[in-house]
């Protein structure tokens, strides 16, 4: 900068005095004439210092251009000075010292302006490529951190979108519970205790007054796990039974005899099959339905217990564990057991179980169910709002025996209720009965060939009564003879006979007594069917009896007898039928026939020879014909002349 | 013609020596339903029952002392039903933290010559009224909700007016003395009918005055 070139500045003075300002009345006011020092800092004013500082840069290059203005004061004193060049010895000292005045100035100035923040601020320029290692480093580790950052939003994200999924799942099961809940309550009794949903299964608000509270509790089966594959019967609603309540029960009611007189009483082989899952049933619910019935078969048995105990006859029933038994018929037993079973046990035990004959008494069983429901029922119902309103509860009979004054049988027919177990012990009764009847009939008709017995059995029964028609006939002859038809109300303890004549027999459940009776009829049928025969053959009945009173004595009833006359009076049959001894036929001959007869000197005269001779036994069973009847009138036919 | 001299005891002892828990309130006719509703939701599950009987209130005076009371009810809708006889002591002082009223209490059925026979004992009607309503149970409490109606011509059970414009709601239980839980449930199942009802145990004796 020293040895830069001189500016050059001429000088001259205004040749006159500027005018300032012209009046409005043309008076012109003057400048006043510029005093030395003035003129010189106008005159410095009119340098261009553009020019000069251009020249300049080419000496300090690498100087920021923000220091120009700096400069520029530095440049008027410059110019000032620089008007008389070398006068100066120290000229070369002052320069460098102004130079260096500048500088600072200017380092001032930046300094100052850095400072202040205010206009600009000074930021580290790396594009140098020599700046080295450490900004690779530090542009790796901003890397770095920047795509970790990345990496964590979006974790972050997913997080996010995971647990909603997750939120919606539960929800959803959450929803699956609620509605699941909602069909529970729809069909079974709920209320809420605490934070606890409890339900009710007994039959208490049906009129039960078993002591069991019957209580379940619903639970909450969501929380899964959701990596696991949900299982395909999967409910979000789970119950829990009681223990005692768990597995399945039935109730078993059978008959065992000592004597095999009777056959199977049981009519269909129903095994216990596990139930099945049928389509659009809950888990739940199948699981309440088995321990509602477990509870029902306990109560049943608590209440069969209860009477047996409480009842007395003249064979006590006996009460053992889970088996009541009872004698209702001597040599017969009635058992009636509770089997409850629970869970994987069951499987194990019933396959052994399959062959061995299955003697329940199904019918028995649905009954005591039935009476039970039907003991609910009676229990609600008999309790009856009080009329007048203010009177007390309890049975309407209570409060009308006093008023109408009721006497002891009338209240007791009022009290009567025959218990659950009197009730099934009379059914039993009359199934046994009833089987033991049918078997004897049975066992008559196929030991017995001639004369035929047919039953006709009633389709509907009464509980405690059913009724069959028994008829016996000969084959062949059916139309003829149908004297004897038996109709046999089977009751609880006996057999009641009605006859076709409106005779009335009572017999008891002996079997025996049965099977005399009918042994009985049947030989009186044949008699009945020789009369029978005898008519249509024109042959002419001398004598029925029913009863003989002749004879040996039969040990089952009486014998029956009846002789009949050819038309034209020469032969006579004679027919005795016992039930025991059998048939005997015997033919009389004419007398004239009889060559065997000492004439006698008395009855000589012809007429006489109309008198019947003597009887003659027929071999009955050398006779051709298929049956008594059919034989009779091939007898009948053979003694008739021709005509 | 001068009453006969009457011992007036409380009937105690022997098997019939009962008490009655009583809670008792009201509800306005426009609450009846919403009241009805309540109770056949939590009441034994059996048909809604409705009655209308016919109160008779006999008096016997003896000489000192209170006058004997007797209360003669006949069910207008079951005419064959028997006649109530009924007999109610005063409430029993005791507990004061008990939360039902007490009182003795003797029922019993009659035939349906007992105003002739009241007639006879020298007992004399002191008012009589129809009442109307429902009839709730739960279990052993029984829940009355009766209108009351006044007879205007004495004995025609047709010709009546009512009293109010709202329904008696009477909570009661028959119990054997001194079982002070059947007060404790009694008051959990007021407790349930509020606020449709409050019921409350209301002495007779000082509602008089």
Redesign the interface.
């Known amino acids: 900068m020293s040895g830069g070139p001189a500016v050059r500045v001429s000088i001259e003075s205004s040749c006159e005095k500027q005018v300032q300002e012209v009046a409005l009345d043309g008076t012109e006011t003057y400048v006043p004439p510029l005093s030395m020092s003035q003129n010189l800092a106008k005159l410095a004013q009119r340098i261009d210092f553009s020019q000069g500082s251009d020249s300049e840069e080419e000496g300090a290059e690498g100087e920021p251009r923000d220091r120009e203005w700096g400069k520029q004061e530095g440049e008027e004193e410059e110019g000032t000075v620089k008007f008389q060049p070398s006068l100066w010895p120290w000229d070369s000292v002052r320069n460098n010292l102004r130079s260096a005045l500048t500088e600072m100035c200017v380092l001032y100035d930046v300094l100052s302006v850095v400072k202040e923040k205010k206009y600009m601020a000074l930021d580290p320029v790396s594009q140098d490529p020599t700046a080295g290692k450490t900004p690779q480093v530090f542009q790796l580790i901003s890397k770095k951190k920047s795509l970790a950052t990345a990496a964590q939003l979006l974790l972050k994200g997913a997080e996010k979108l995971n647990k909603s999924v997750t939120e919606n799942q539960e929800n959803r099961r959450q929803r699956d519970f609620n509605s699941e809940l909602l069909r529970l309550r729809s069909q079974w009794k709920l209320r809420k205790v605490g934070d606890k949903i409890l339900g009710d299964l007994s039959y208490r ?1 049906a009129g039960s007054l078993f002591p069991h509270h019957g209580t379940f509790e619903v639970i909450k089966n969501t929380d899964i796990d959701l990596d696991k594959k949900i299982p395909e019967d999967y409910c979000p609603l789970d119950v829990q039974i009681p223990s005692d309540l768990e597995g399945s029960a039935y109730i078993k009611v059978s008959i065992q005899k000592q004597s095999p007189d009777i056959g199977d009483l049981g009519t269909v082989n129903l095994f216990r099959r596990p139930l099945k899952n049928k389509a659009g049933t809950q888990q739940w619910h199948l699981k309440l339905e088995a321990a509602q019935n477990v509870l029902l078969c306990k109560e049943i048995f608590a209440q069969l217990s209860r009477e047996a105990v409480q009842i007395k006859s003249q064979i006590p029933h006996i009460v053992v564990k889970n088996q009541i038994i009872s004698q209702p018929f001597p040599g017969l037993q009635l058992s009636i057991s509770l089997c409850h079973s629970t869970g994987e046990k069951k499987n194990q035990r019933t396959s052994p179980e399959k062959p061995s004959p299955d003697n329940h008494l199904y019918v028995l069983e649905h009954n005591l169910h039935q009476m039970m429901r039907e003991f609910h029922k009676q229990q ?1 119902s008999s ?1 009856v ?9 309890g049975h309407k009979r ?3 025996a ?3 004054a009721y006497d002891k049988a009338e209240i007791s027919s009022l009290q009567q209720s025959e218990g659950l177990l009197e009730k099934i012990i009379k059914q039993a009764k009359h199934i046994f009965l009833r089987s033991r009847t049918a078997r004897t009939i049975d066992s008559l008709a196929s030991r017995i060939e001639d004369p035929q017995i047919q039953a006709h059995w009633s389709n509907i029964n009464d509980v405690y009564e059913s009724s069959v028609k028994v008829l016996i006939t000969s084959q062949g002859y059916e139309q003829i003879c149908k004297s004897i038809q038996l109709q046999l109300n089977i009751g609880v303890e006996q057999i009641r006979v009605v006859h076709r004549d409106g005779r009335v027999i009572t017999l008891s459940h002996q079997e025996q007594e049965l099977q005399d009776f009918l042994l009985s009829q049947m030989s009186q049928h044949q008699v009945h069917a020789v009369q029978q025969l005898a008519k249509v053959m024109g042959w002419h009945v001398l004598s029925f009896s029913n009863h003989v009173g002749l004879g040996p004595v039969e040990s089952i009833g009486n014998a029956s007898a009846v002789t009949v006359a050819s038309p034209n009076g020469e032969y006579s049959i004679s027919v005795r039928n016992g039930p025991e001894s059998g048939c005997k036929v015997l033919v009389q001959f004419p007398r004239s026939q009889n060559k065997e007869l000492p004439k006698s000197d008395v009855i000589q005269d012809t007429k006489w020879s109309h008198l019947r001779g003597p009887y003659k036994e027929v071999n009955w069973s050398r006779m051709e014909g298929r049956n008594f009847v059919y034989k009779m009138e091939l007898l009948m036919a053979a003694l008739t002349p021709c005509p | 013609m001068e009453a006969p001299p009457v011992t007036v005891m409380p009937v105690t002892g022997g098997t019939i020596n009962m008490m009655e828990y009583l809670l008792q309130g009201s509800v306005l006719d426009q609450a009846l339903e919403s009241l009805l509703h309540r109770l056949r939701g939590l009441c034994d ?2 048909e809604p ?1 409705t ?1 209308t ?3 008779l209130v006999y008096l016997l005076k003896g000489q000192q002392g209170n006058p004997f009371l007797l ?1 003669a ?3 207008l ?2 005419p064959t ?4 006889l ?1 007999y109610l002591g005063q409430p029993e002082v005791g507990d004061k933290s008990r939360h039902a009223l007490v009182r003795n209490c003797v ?6 010559t007992l105003p002739e026979f009241l007639n006879e004992m020298g007992f004399r009607m002191d008012h009589e009224f129809v ?1 109307t ?1 429902h ?1 709730f ?1 739960k279990g ?1 409490m ?1 829940v ?1 909700v ?1 209108k009351l109606s006044r007879i205007l011509v004495p004995g025609n059970t047709e010709n009546t007016e009512r009293l109010s414009l709202s329904y008696l709601v009477e909570l009661s239980v ?1 119990a054997p003395a001194g079982q002070d839980t059947v007060s404790e449930d009694m008051r959990s199942f007021a407790e349930q009918l509020k606020p449709l009802v409050h019921l409350e145990k209301i002495d007779p004796s000082k509602q008089r005055h």
């Open positions: 608000s609600l309790v709002m009080p009329h007048p309103a203010s009177a007390p509860f209570l409060r009308l006093g008023p109408l | 599950n059996m029952e009655f009987d016919h109160e209360r009810r006949r069910s809708s079951h039903s028997p006649w109530h009924r029922d019993v059925a009659a035939s349906h009442t309503g009839i149970r052993a029984k009355v009766s028959l």
